[in-house]
């Protein structure tokens, strides 16, 4: 099983550092894989993310990480694009080191309407390690994002 996150810089990147976060769009890949499934936005689909969804991201993925490591319940979360693409939800498992990730694929925007009415959904459980290194990955590719862009 693998679930990624990649930010990237092609022609849907949006970003201008005078806007509000919520006002810039950076184009990102999402790829799960699990057995013999395996689900994929590409870059040509140009799903985006806000700045400010971004953020959200990795700020509620450190709070979990931290209340875990001081042994107290994390509360559920749950992180959806303003687009519709897919949601992550992050909750409990009561085990140590251990929290559960679903994630939701919404079918209409996968297939661009081809199929469309429900989500497809997965649950698994990660390590806070796992948890981690997929939020440390996504901080550094907006860090290296907003850092071109500043240059421009």
């Known amino acids: ?16 550092l005078q ?46 990480i931290e209340k875990k490591n001081n042994n107290h319940i994390i509360e559920r979360y749950e ?5 519709c693409y897919s949601e ?15 994630i939701w694929i919404n079918i209409g925007s996968y297939t661009e309407g081809g199929t469309f009415g429900f989500d497809k959904g997965f649950r698994f459980v990660v390590n806070l390690e796992s948890l981690g290194e997929f939020k440390n990955e996504i901080n550094c590719q907006l860090n290296l994002l907003i850092a071109i862009k500043s240059v421009d």
């Open 88 to 102: 992550l939800i992050f909750f409990d498992t009561f085990e140590l080191n251990l929290v559960y990730v679903e």
């Open 19 to 64: 806007r509000e976060d919520y006002e810039n769009w950076i184009p990102f890949i999402l790829s799960f894989y699990l057995e013999n499934e395996n689900y994929n936005y590409s870059e040509a689909s140009g799903a985006t993310l806000t700045i400010y969804e971004i953020k959200n991201l990795i700020i509620s993925i450190e709070e979990m």
């Open 79 to 83: 992180f959806s694009s303003s687009e």
């Open 1 to 16: 099983m693998s679930l990624s996150m990649d930010l990237i810089n092609n022609k849907f990147l949006d970003v201008d």
